[in-house]
């Protein structure tokens, strides 16, 4: 029993050095799916915000194709008629 009890430590390192080895591998395994699961959805994200700019484009050309004035083309008269006011006040 005494050149068992000799063996245990040796045995005792080499358990804990496969139990951290295996440890670490699962946990790079595990930082890999979480990585590859981030990158997908930051790129669908970016695919969401890809439609988004057509659809608000394809609205704008309509607006233009109706005659209808774009949202910004008043604002810059008002813009500037306030300005001309404000200038007049002081």
Not at 10 to 16: E, G, L, R, V, Y
Not at 17 to 25: D, E, K, P
Not at 57 to 65: F, H, I, K, S
Request: aromatic share 2%; hydrophobic share 30%.
């Amino acid at each position: 029993m005494d050149g068992h009890d000799t063996d245990d430590p040796k045995q005792s390192t080499a358990d804990m050095t496969a139990f951290v080895q295996n440890l670490l591998q699962q946990m790079q395994v595990r930082f890999q799916t979480m990585s590859d699961s981030i990158v997908s959805k930051i790129d669908e994200m970016g695919n969401r915000i890809d439609e988004l700019e057509n659809s608000i484009n394809d609205l704008r050309a309509e607006m233009g194709v109706d005659g209808s004035p774009s949202p910004s083309t008043p604002s810059k008269p008002k813009v500037d008629t306030k300005s001309g006011d404000d200038a007049a006040k002081e």
